[in-house]
């Protein structure tokens, strides 16, 4: 059995689907009855610099041709015709990859990654409008199983209106230092200010509206919290960090988009992790953060109820009201819960566990197996 799977980009250009996508192609690539696995992707001024880190998976590059928001690579259509895999898997809505895949002449898995969501449709409407009549209802309408990161997100497909079957598997993750321990943080290490050790409270992620970081910024000038800093780290877009840097708002620090070590370093340092999200398919961030060993204060839109019921995570509302609860909590507190967090992660979230399971979702779509457990239809 053949695989190849489309994404409009297989660099840190795409944010937390760099990481699932890569890590989902490379555990599926592994699996047995998996004869070739081809991911492809439209070249932009990262994907040179981090194709390293696909592994042994082989990658296509495809430059593509007019404005990047679209990102027409017609080298990826021409790939799929030589190759004519047996199932092809997109990642993602609204770009060139959903062409691709309609006209590939090959059965197809769509995977919206929260993009259905009521709020994430909400944006560039006029666009996504047109773009349906185009092309994306036709790549939706007609994939043999979509794929919902988690119970919610498989609602909001529903929501849309779609009626085929829906492959329901969440994002994975790898954990960061020891398996079996929990990261402690030590407290000497932490900067002082007047005396007191300051913790961080991280968020890592898009510089976007839909994920909440002016409810957050507001709440955080609100609690008044000189023991701990705010730090936002992540990539702008469309100017929303000089937006929230205007807000003027002591405590809270913009360290700009992070990668590999960089990020990890971050991870480490950090006492706390904060996603305020108003729509999410099931976020990468929140992963790594509980495989670094972090409490997390996130929304029910972060669609990861099972951390509130492990006792890994707090919930905000609102303006971001509950965060004050995990700004409370002493060391042993925010330790307990970031060893809830890895324990989940090992429980529910290894990579080797999901790849093993979607490429039993390949194969029934083929045509090779029975239908998998995770399927659901109407």
């Not at 898009?206 to 936002?232: A, C, E, F, M, T």
Request: proline fraction near 4%; include cysteine; hydrophobic fraction near 40%.
């Amino acid at each position: 059995m053949n695989v190849s799977i489309l994404t409009a980009s297989v660099s840190r250009r795409a944010g937390g689907l760099y990481h699932s996508v890569r890590q989902l192609a490379i555990e599926a690539s592994r699996q047995s009855g998996v004869g070739a696995l081809q991911v492809h992707g439209v070249i932009d001024n990262f994907s040179e610099e981090d194709l390293g880190g696909w592994g042994a998976v082989k990658v296509g590059l495809h430059r593509a041709v007019g404005p990047r928001a679209f990102g027409y690579a017609p080298g990826m259509r021409r790939a799929l015709e030589r190759s004519r895999p047996d199932v092809v898997h997109t990642q993602g809505l609204w770009m060139y990859p959903s062409v691709a895949a309609v006209r590939s002449g090959s059965r197809w898995v769509v995977s919206p990654r929260g993009m259905l969501s009521a709020r994430a449709l909400g944006f560039s409407e006029r666009k996504k409008a047109l773009a349906r009549w185009l092309y994306e209802d036709a790549h939706l309408k007609g994939a043999s199983c979509l794929h919902a990161l988690s119970e919610r997100e498989a609602e909001e497909i529903r929501e849309f209106g779609l009626n085929g079957p829906i492959a329901v598997l969440p994002n994975g993750v790898d954990l960061l230092g020891s398996s079996r321990q929990t990261i402690q943080r030590d407290t000497a290490n932490r900067a002082m200010k007047d005396g007191v050790p300051v913790r961080v409270c991280l968020y890592l992620g898009r510089i976007h509206p839909i994920k909440g970081l002016s409810q957050l910024i507001r709440q955080w000038s609100n609690l008044r919290r000189p023991d701990w800093k705010l730090v936002i780290a992540g990539w702008d877009q469309g100017g929303h960090e000089a937006e929230l840097k205007r807000m003027g708002v002591t405590g809270v620090e913009f360290r700009g988009a992070v990668y590999g070590e960089e990020k990890e370093q971050l991870l480490q340092e950090a006492s706390a992790f904060v996603l305020p999200s108003r729509s999410e398919g099931c976020p990468m961030a929140v992963l790594e953060a509980w495989a670094a060993g972090l409490p997390v204060a996130m929304t029910e839109e972060c669609n990861l109820v099972a951390g509130f019921e492990a006792g890994a995570a707090v919930k905000i509302t609102g303006e971001c009201e509950g965060l004050g609860t995990l700004l409370a909590m002493d060391d042993g507190e925010l330790n307990h819960m970031g060893e809830a967090g890895r324990n989940l992660i090992l429980r529910s979230f290894a990579w080797s566990h999901i790849a093993r399971q979607m490429v039993e979702v390949y194969r029934w779509v083929a045509g090779l197996g029975d239908r998998p457990d995770c399927v659901r239809q109407i």
